[in-house]
């Protein structure tokens, strides 16, 4: 069963992955490095690299705020560079990977879909807040329904929530990354209040984490 969950994750964490990296490098903007999970590297071919966690992944744009600017660089050295190209450009490329989950998702589950996608909102906030009941609860569900259907339905469903949760508004996730993009003024630059958000959204997510693992943690207990 656990098996069933972690190849649903890692394959669907990889369509995001790549919806991404296909749409920034068609965009014309360097890929430095995609990474398919955390934890210790266990292959790296090029700028792709494997991980020992496959549970989440990233995509390392080339960007000028992050690696600085090389003062005897030509002005061309900026055409490829994320934080250099239009808006809408920015905004997108994040979306590109939610847009993949429920593209999977309505295939999959079709007019179930929709509903996963928006009750997965309220579940992963409601779960958090009470992870002793309501994330138990909802643990249970999840596993009840992996055992119930065949590997592509739990592939399905899985989509719909991780595309919600890829659309809350935190900066280390997509909806988050699309909504700074949208209120930042110079986008060449990294204005000083982002990094000070950066900092209180990652204690919120090893926050949220640490709640979910007390809800999947309770409901083994209560098995």
């Known amino acids: 069963m656990l098996l069933k969950f972690i190849a649903a994750i890692a394959l669907l964490v990889s369509i995001h992955l790549f ?14 490095k995609v990474s398919l999970g955390f934890g210790p590297r266990l292959l790296s071919l090029g700028i792709f690299h494997l991980h020992a966690l496959p549970l989440g992944g990233s995509v390392q744009f080339k960007d000028t705020r992050e690696e600085g600017v090389p003062f005897d660089e030509p002005v061309d ?8 190209k239009a808006r809408a450009v920015q905004v997108l490329i994040p979306l590109a990977g939610v847009a993949a989950l429920i593209a999977v998702a309505l295939v999959l589950r079709q007019g179930a879909a929709i509903p996963s996608l928006v009750h997965g909102f309220a579940q992963l906030i409601a779960g958090a807040f009470d992870p002793l009941s309501t994330g138990r609860q909802l643990v249970g569900n999840a596993t009840a329904f992996a055992k119930e259907h065949a590997f592509l339905p739990l592939l399905g469903m899985l989509a719909a929530k991780l595309a919600a949760l890829n ?50 943690f309770a409901y083994i207990e209560g098995r």
């Open 77 to 84: 050295y900026f055409d490829d560079a994320f934080n250099h």
């Open 167 to 216: 659309l809350l508004p935190l900066p280390f996730l997509n909806g988050g990354q699309a909504l700074l993009t949208l209120v930042t003024r110079d986008l060449r630059e990294i204005p000083a209040w982002q990094h000070k958000l950066n900092a209180v959204s990652a204690w919120v997510c090893l926050v949220l984490v640490a709640l979910w693992l007390a809800a999947v």
């Open 19 to 32: 919806a991404m990296t296909a749409l920034g490098h068609w965009c014309g903007i360097a890929v430095r």
